[in-house]
């Protein structure tokens, strides 16, 4: 199993930055994608940022591309957010994933989630 717990939301003016981190249990991040993905009220979750251990290729949602970066520390099993020029639109409760196998941004192909952490951006 890969139990996976986020931290670092918060409330945050637009503008400005946050630093989300993921911590895994289990297993290194070698041979796993990992993921962030959020999820507003009333809106289906969306992928973020991903990033494959194994050659470190990441990928980006266009809503975020530029400001956002994901990286991963795999000898602390820990997966990074760093978020940049915060806008109000990426309110949301931001989620870590991960899942073994091929690369995908389809959410419903994840096998493991943490419970989530909750960023808002005021305006």
């Known amino acids: 199993q890969v139990q996976l717990v986020e931290s670092g939301g918060g409330l945050v003016q637009a503008g400005g930055s946050l630093r989300l981190s993921c911590a895994a249990s289990?297993?290194?991040?070698?041979?796993?994608?990992m993921g962030w993905f959020r999820q507003a009220p009333g809106k289906e979750r969306e992928f973020v940022a991903a990033i494959r251990g194994s050659t470190s290729n990441t990928g980006y949602a266009d809503s975020v591309k530029g400001r956002f970066s994901i990286s991963a520390q795999i000898a602390t099993n820990t997966v990074f957010l760093q978020m940049n020029s915060l806008k109000a639109e990426d309110t949301a409760v931001y989620y870590c994933?991960?899942?073994?196998?091929?690369?995908?941004?389809?959410?419903?192909?994840?096998?493991?989630w943490g419970r989530g952490t909750q960023v808002t951006v005021s305006s």
């Open positions: 289990g297993r290194t991040f070698s041979t796993y994608v």
């Open positions: 994933a991960a899942k073994s196998g091929p690369w995908t941004v389809n959410y419903l192909l994840y096998e493991f």
